[in-house]
């Protein structure tokens, strides 16, 4: 059992009750305040330190920027030259396939003939010239069809030309090329 004893009068213990009653009112909200206060101080502080995190990135990555643009730069010319070897190649594979061509021409044309145009593409051949004898054209189509990657090889036209003294015959041959393997 408790027994409460208050000595003193009821008009100053309700006067400290509303006092007490006065200060909690104020004081929690007071506290709130305060606290978000505390809270707003904490989050602009760390805001603050992450802009300058955000700064110090940013300047870390304009130099990373320039290297990245070079290194693309880089890879692109890379790229590039790889093409062009590529290209360079395929030419030369060609060239020494025309060198061959031209090497095997020469070593089957007769001496009484010559070529004055020869058009070759990759996949036709056209040559013109002049001939002093039949004979020489003829043998100069047969051995044309005897080199190799030369097939189909056709006599298209005959002219002759020139003075009773002299007459020559103008040809013209076509012929189809293999691709090379």
């Known amino acids: 059992m408790r027994i409460v004893l208050n000595l003193m009068p009821e008009r100053v213990l309700r006067e400290r009750e509303a006092r007490s009653r006065r200060r909690a009112l104020f004081g929690i909200p007071l506290i709130g305040l305060a606290v978000v206060v505390i809270l707003y101080a904490l989050i602009a502080l760390q805001e603050g330190e992450a802009q300058i995190a955000a700064r110090n990135a940013e300047q870390s ?17 890379a790229e590039t030259l790889e093409r062009q070897r590529d290209e360079l190649v395929a030419v030369l594979r060609q060239r020494r396939q025309w060198t061959n061509l031209m090497v095997e021409i020469g070593r089957v044309i007769p001496q009484d003939a010559w070529l004055t145009t020869m058009i070759v593409d990759p996949s036709t051949m056209t040559l013109s010239g002049f001939a002093l004898r039949l004979r020489a054209i003829a043998s100069f189509t047969q051995s044309l069809a005897s080199i190799p990657g030369v097939t189909s090889v056709q006599l298209q036209s005959l002219q002759e030309t020139g003075s009773a003294a002299r007459r020559v015959t103008q040809f013209n041959i076509t012929a189809r090329l293999r691709e090379p393997p």
């Open 61 to 77: 990555l304009a130099a990373l920027r320039s290297r990245a643009l070079r290194v693309q730069e880089m890879q692109q010319e």
